[in-house]
């Protein structure tokens, strides 16, 4: 039976990479798949990793229809024998909907990759949608650490080097020098405590923290 599943996890969990992985695997079988991605950071119309890995893949922008899209394809003779949907935080609830339909409808593999919750800790709508319509939600567990060594579950975004808890949901691609908004995984207990590693590395510096007398 074909699938809808869904891998998700933080930022720098490795999902990039495994979405490579499968497409490797599945490709040395003879299969042919369909790579859609979503403002990668390497680019309109790529798929990258943190690694270095980087293939072709089809731009889903806003209003793209994934199931007319593989219909359209498909009908002209083309050949799909699955389907990965990299960075689908960013997708529509309705382009999920559609994907759904193309397991159903075109009895594809769909294999879909995000990250589950924004810096907020709200969950992205693409991704909501995925855990309401998933046969499978596969949580990876590459170990993304926060800086204390827990387990990093959470996504901190930091501008000028303070991590905030509001602003816009999506703000596109890596940040390099010049952007001043930075992004880093924490684990629950220091997200909640908004406590980066740079905050902490100046909290443990500080002698605000020494001990103090009460007079
Ligand atoms: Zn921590």
């Keep these: 039976m074909p699938e809808l599943v869904f891998f998700s996890g933080t930022m720098d969990c490795g999902k990039s990479t495994l ?4 497409e490797h695997n599945r490709s040395a079988r003879g299969l042919q798949g369909m790579i859609f991605t979503r403002d990668d ?5 790529k798929l990258s990793s943190r690694l270095g890995l980087v293939t072709d893949a089809v731009e889903a922008a806003e209003g793209f229809d994934f199931y007319a899209y593989l219909v359209g394809h498909l ?3 083309g050949r799909c024998d699955y389907v990965i949907a990299d960075e689908a935080q960013f997708l529509s609830p309705e382009q999920i909907d559609q994907l759904a339909r193309v397991v159903d ?13 924004d ?10 949608r995925l855990v309401e319509l998933a046969d499978r939600v596969e949580v990876l567990q590459v170990e993304a650490l926060c800086w204390c060594g827990a387990r990093a579950t959470h996504n901190a975004r930091t501008v000028g080097g303070e991590m905030v808890v509001e602003g ?10 010049g952007d001043e908004i930075g992004y880093e995984v924490l684990c629950r207990r220091h997200h909640r405590r908004r406590m980066t590693a740079a905050t902490a ?10 001990p103090v007398t009460p007079m």
């Design 75 to 77: 009908s002209k003779g």
């Design 168 to 177: 816009a949901q999506v703000v596109v691609g890596d940040v390099d020098a």
């Design 105 to 117: 409808d075109l009895e594809l593999d769909v294999f879909a990759f995000g990250i589950t919750t």
């Design 19 to 22: 979405a490579l992985q499968i």
């Design 119 to 128: 810096f907020r800790s709200k969950l992205f709508p693409g991704s909501q």
């Design 201 to 210: 590395r100046a909290a443990a510096l500080s002698p605000d923290v020494l």
């Design 41 to 45: 950071r390497a680019g309109v119309g």
